[in-house]
């Protein structure tokens, strides 16, 4: 049904809940799956069963279109919104066939500063409240895994402390009645590892129970933190153990945000389940007092983490405000994360939208972070080249970019960014053309969508689209979605599907053979502008160890703050020169990457000091969500 468009643009939540969604059934049906190609999660949601890209092998993918974004505002400049309003302006307007990849947003920033993620205006993921809170529960499931590995690790380290060899090995393989003893599945891994091609625990030499039953974790070096999915800064540094039933046996360590856990960077990266079952068990943990990583597996918990996410690897469908297809799967926060959209869920899409068809992924942040983990790590994990990337600009960043006051979420924005100011707005285009020019580097065509706001003049937007296509973007739109739905993305539609048409030669910043240090500096300086790479005494520790421990192989996945190229959030525009400072590196085995800390980046937000869920809440009559946005 055509949107029932009504100026001044009402707030999200009453945009969405004016809107009746469509039974998940018709919307499946659009999109040819059969009944029993998904599960369905009450009348607005359905969990695709991965089958669907094997039953559609013969069918040719769609092309591959992904959005990303210049270096934002703490207040967002629009990225999801345009991903949905050029998807409704691709299916509801241009009668292409179309699906939305989106992530899931964590609850953190819902209730925190930034407000949720199902874009904005009229062009939104529906139902919004069902989007931005529980969801399907993929967020909490791996929360639960996180936090049971997390749990298993220093229950170990405790019970090593305290126990003999003999007594673990009669707890660890108990003997029944008649004196027989089994190895759980997963510990036959650990003994493959351990190189010991024995399946009777009875004919385990001394030595082999030994080895077997204790891991020797240096508590020291594990990396392993526990998660949630709220904002709280005072779970960043903790201190554990320190019940009586723990006997003194303390540990500092801390939390990070649920979404920033290795589980959903495995989540975003896995192609079956039998693949996640291998990647969870190589989960890196730690290291024994030996040097030798410790993993999931060894812990024996490989198999049990699985069984919590086994739901959780099916991506979501859910629609758009007009009626297009949506994937919601993996999660967001590009700048500690790999922040992109899943690799099953752009699989499953581009065989569904097929070969006259389009697919929309997001990557999160400025294009520095997450379009480059979308083209180093995802591309080269899936196979999959991009047609197209389309960068998201708005005259507020450009403004601020160019020497504008501080934009600061919660304030009201300075006089400068309500009147038109043409050369505020050329000074800060270099951060624009930056982008742009990084995506060439990938040799990906780029359409810069000009996300228009009620104070933009005409004169603005007409400054940024001469400098975008002086800077080599093959269009240049004005697009006006978030208050016209899909009808104000048609013109950005149309120039998205003539750049899909250009030739594309898709390439990798950096080849993996290339020490670790060299893919950092690769980043810093290609995509950053960095001068220099400077490494903090335990970043080179964990690099040296990494690489000894034969992960050198993998690509990197920096963790930087998105509010700049450089370390220094306030270093606006396109800086250059600066020295570029690494201050932790972990290992996500199972994922596939390694992990650089930057800068003073936090891996869990803080709440403000007055968040969002001040306006949210409940009609206790109807039990309709209010606030949310």
């Known amino acids: 049904m055509p949107l029932n468009i009504v100026s001044p643009t009402p707030p999200d939540i009453v945009i969405a809940q004016s809107v009746e969604c469509r039974p998940i059934t018709e919307i499946a049906a659009k999109l040819g799956l059969q009944e029993d190609d998904y599960e369905p999660h009450g009348h607005q949601k359905a969990k695709v069963k991965l089958s669907v890209r094997e039953k559609l092998a013969h069918v040719p993918n769609g092309k591959y279109i992904v959005v990303a974004g210049i270096t934002p505002t703490p207040l967002g400049e629009g990225k999801s919104t345009t991903t949905v309003g050029l998807c409704q302006a691709m299916g509801a307007h241009l009668g292409k066939r179309v699906v939305t990849c989106v992530r899931q947003p964590s609850q953190g920033p819902t209730f925190g500063i930034k407000g949720g993620a199902a874009g904005g205006g009229y062009s939104q993921v529906i139902p919004m409240e069902e989007f931005n809170l529980h969801m399907t529960g993929d967020i909490h499931a791996i929360t639960a895994a996180t936090n049971l590995l997390a749990a298993a690790i220093d229950v170990r380290v405790f019970h090593e402390s305290t126990q003999s060899d003999d007594a673990l090995f009669n707890r660890l393989c108990p003997a029944d ?81 649920a979404v920033a856990s290795e589980i959903m960077a495995i989540l975003a990266v896995t192609t079956s389940l039998s693949d ?65 959209s899943s690799i099953v869920a752009d699989q499953i899409a581009l065989k569904l939208a097929g070969p006259e068809g389009y697919v929309v992924t997001e990557a999160g942040f400025g294009a520095d972070i997450g379009a480059e983990k979308f083209c180093n790590i995802k591309c080269r994990y899936s196979g999959l080249p991009p047609d197209c990337m389309v960068i998201v ?29 043409l050369e505020l707005v050329r000074a800060g285009c270099c951060n624009l ?31 940024v689209r001469q400098e975008a296509l002086a800077a080599g973007a093959e269009g240049a739109v004005v697009a006006q979605h978030h208050g016209q739905g899909g ?137 309709r969500v209010l606030g949310l946005s």
């Open 433 to 463: 053309a930056r982008h742009i020019q990084n995506a060439q580097k990938f040799g990906v065509p780029v359409v810069v969508a000009i996300n228009r706001f009620a104070t933009d003049t005409d004169a603005e937007l007409e400054v």
């Open 177 to 257: 009645r008649d004196g027989a003893r089994h190895f759980a599945p997963v510990m036959l891994r650990r003994l493959a590892k351990l190189g010991i091609d024995k399946t009777d625990p009875n004919e385990l030499t001394p030595e082999e129970r030994s080895k077997f039953v204790r891991l020797d974790i240096d508590p020291a070096t594990i990396t392993w933190r526990r998660v949630l999915d709220t904002n709280d800064r005072f779970l960043r540094g903790i201190t554990i153990g320190q019940g009586p039933a723990e006997k003194g046996m303390t540990r500092q360590t801390g939390f990070d945000i």
């Open 487 to 623: 009808a104000g993305a048609v013109d950005l539609a149309k120039a998205v599907i003539a750049a899909c048409e250009k030739p594309a030669s898709f390439k990798f910043l950096y080849e993996l053979d290339i020490p670790l240090k060299a893919k950092i500096e690769s980043i810093a300086a290609n995509i950053y502008g960095a001068g220099s790479v400077e490494y903090s005494p335990e970043a080179e520790a964990a690099l040296e160890q990494y690489t000894r421990q034969g992960f050198a192989d993998l690509p990197v996945c920096m963790a930087k703050t998105q509010y700049s190229f450089s370390n220094d959030p306030a270093a606006k525009g396109a800086p250059s020169g600066f020295a570029f400072k690494v201050r932790e590196v972990r290992v996500a085995a199972g994922a596939g990457w390694l992990i650089a800390v930057c800068g003073d980046m936090m891996m869990i937000p803080g709440l403000p000091t007055r968040p969002a869920f001040y306006e949210i809440d409940i009609d206790p009559e109807t039990g």
């Open 276 to 340: 996640m079952r291998e990647r969870l068990g190589r989960i890196v943990v730690g290291s024994s007092r030996a040097g030798l990583p410790v993993t999931a597996d060894d812990l024996g918990v490989g198999g049990a983490l699985t069984v919590l996410m086994k739901d959780a690897i099916m991506p979501t469908l859910m629609q758009t405000l007009e009626e297009t297809p949506v994937l919601v799967h993996a999660g967001p926060f590009a700048n500690i994360a790999t922040g992109n």
């Open 393 to 421: 600009a708005t005259v507020r960043a450009l403004k601020m970019h160019g020497g504008g006051p501080p934009v600061v979420a919660g304030k009201p924005l300075d006089h400068a960014y309500k009147t038109e100011n």
